[in-house]
């Protein structure tokens, strides 16, 4: 897989995750995400979240609490 770091569409004033996304890396970061989620979406909104994605085999990308929250277009492009 590659470097992924998962962003958090948020909404309202207290900034409750909204939807979940998946954005590559910016070029030479490995903690940043790009400008796009993969599927598409300004990351600029959007907050980072804590989690890094684990690199072992059956590991989720996301945060196993916000598994409801998922954006469909980016776990397809994982």
Not at 12 to 41: E, F, I, M, N, W
Not at 49 to 71: S, V
């Amino acid at each position: 897989m590659s470097t992924i770091v998962v962003v958090y569409e948020v909404d309202g004033p207290d900034l409750s995750v909204r939807r979940v996304h998946a954005a590559p890396t910016a070029p030479g970061q490995t903690s940043v995400p790009g400008p796009r989620t993969l599927c598409g979406r300004d990351t600029f909104a959007m907050q980072a979240a804590a989690w890094t994605p684990a690199a072992e085999p059956g590991a989720t990308w996301y945060p196993p609490r916000h598994a409801d929250l998922l954006c469909a277009a980016c776990a397809d492009a994982v």
